[in-house]
């Protein structure tokens, strides 16, 4: 398992990319935003906690991480999503919306409305699923 340290902020642009090695991560508290294709392609990691302090997460930030199972949203209020973050994750269909691939989305019990009503997290609605942190 790799730990981000508590130095960190921001995860950057591409930071670990096509990391495919990467099975574990474990991000601070300090991180409040993670940037676009920060995980991309990241194909052996199985499981994310991303936590309450996060309220930005950038474009195809997760996309083609096809071994992701769970995704933890620790945040009460829903970061801001930007599009296209689980591509590949997803498939589209037609006329309009997404067929899970197998990724289950936790997010806080009482956010779960919020959650689907938010701009881009509404794709994943049907994979959002009320947790008790």
């Given at each position: 398992?790799?730990?981000?340290?508590?130095?960190?902020?921001?995860?950057?642009?591409?930071?670990?990319?096509?990391?495919?090695?990467?099975?574990?991560?474990?991000?601070?508290?300090?991180?409040?935003?993670?940037?676009?294709?920060?995980?991309e392609?990241?194909?052996?990691?199985?499981?994310?906690?991303?936590?309450?302090?996060?309220?930005?997460?950038?474009?195809?930030?997760?996309?083609?991480?096809?071994?992701?199972?769970?995704?933890?949203?620790?945040?009460?209020?829903?970061?801001?999503?930007?599009?296209?973050v689980?591509?590949?994750?997803?498939?589209?269909?037609?006329?309009?919306?997404?067929?899970?691939?197998?990724?289950?989305?936790?997010?806080?019990?009482?956010?779960?409305?919020?959650?689907?009503?938010?701009?881009?997290?509404?794709?994943?609605?049907?994979?959002?699923?009320?947790?008790?942190?």
């Open positions: 398992e790799y730990a981000i340290p508590n130095s960190v902020t921001s995860i950057g642009d591409g930071a670990f990319c096509y990391c495919n090695n990467l099975t574990s991560i474990t991000i601070p508290n300090s991180v409040t935003s993670i940037k676009r294709s920060a995980f392609g990241c194909s052996s990691l199985t499981s994310i906690a991303i936590p309450d302090s996060v309220t930005e997460i950038g474009s195809i930030a997760f996309a083609s991480c096809r071994s992701l199972e769970s995704v933890y949203c620790k945040a009460i209020t829903p970061p801001s999503l930007g599009e296209d689980f591509k590949d994750l997803y498939t589209l269909t037609f006329p309009g919306g997404f067929v899970n691939l197998g990724c289950a989305i936790y997010v806080p019990t009482e956010s779960v409305n919020a959650y689907k009503a938010a701009t881009n997290w509404t794709d994943y609605a049907v994979d959002i699923v009320g947790y008790d942190f």
